[in-house]
């Protein structure tokens, strides 16, 4: 029963970057699932969040607009398309699997770092 | 959004120590409140969810309480194993948010 992400690693200002969570050993299709991201030496920041079949989002207003989530049940898989990123976003992103719409997060994958900078 | 306050930001405590954690909300949150354990370059692990249930695997000496706005995570006895950063997190309404952490240190 495994989270891994993947897809972390430098970027300019305003560029983009998608991150992948790839799930093993559970059925990743009856799950919610989120992203989370902690700044070097910060705290956790919840990001977004994805119902079973895609079609309930959440996310954190200072995301919104930019990143979108979604999931692909027949690969297992998680993704975080983030756009226009900024300095603020460099953290390491974490993916985990909800117990519910609004957690919590009971299994959680070893994160990537995104940094941005140019 | 929903603060969410945890005091203290640190603690020095022994092996065997008890400790008590607090967590407070900005708003009412019923008992949507969990708590996570991290250590350094680690992902966090639950512990406590709706407030006081203990998650699986996770030892007895870890407990939680609390309703509304107040709540607590108390370590009965300090092990070794515990020292680490604890967050707390409300559930209750978007967007989701944690505390700024407790870290609890060797004395």
């Known amino acids: 029963v495994q989270l891994v992400e993947s897809g972390g690693g430098l970027v300019q200002p305003g560029g983009s970057l998608r991150l992948s969570c790839a799930a093993s050993?559970?059925?990743?299709?009856?799950?919610?699932m989120s992203w989370v991201r902690q700044a070097p030496g910060k705290g956790l920041e919840w990001v977004a969040n994805i119902n079973q079949d895609g079609s309930q989002k959440h996310f954190v207003d200072s995301v919104k607009g930019r990143f979108t989530i979604s999931r692909d049940n027949a690969k297992n898989s998680l993704y975080l398309q983030m756009n226009i990123l900024r300095a603020e976003d460099t953290s390491v992103y974490f993916c985990?699997?909800?117990?519910?719409?609004?957690?919590?997060?009971?299994?959680w994958g070893q994160g990537t770092l995104v940094t941005v900078s140019s | 959004d929903i603060q969410m306050t945890q005091s203290p930001s640190s603690v020095s405590a022994s092996v065997g120590d008890r400790v008590t954690i607090t967590c407070r909300a900005s708003q009412g949150i019923s008992s949507w409140l969990s708590w996570y354990q991290q250590k350094p370059g680690k992902a966090p692990k639950l512990l406590i969810y709706l407030s006081s249930s203990l998650q699986s695997g996770v030892p007895s000496r870890f407990s939680g309480s609390g309703s509304g706005t107040d709540f607590t995570l108390t370590i009965s006895s300090l092990q070794p194993e515990d020292f680490a950063t604890y967050f707390c997190q409300q559930g209750n309404i978007f967007p989701l948010t944690f505390g700024g952490g407790t870290k609890v240190e060797i004395k």
């Open positions: 050993g559970f059925t990743f299709s009856n799950y919610w």
């Open positions: 985990a699997r909800d117990v519910s719409n609004s957690g919590p997060s009971d299994l």
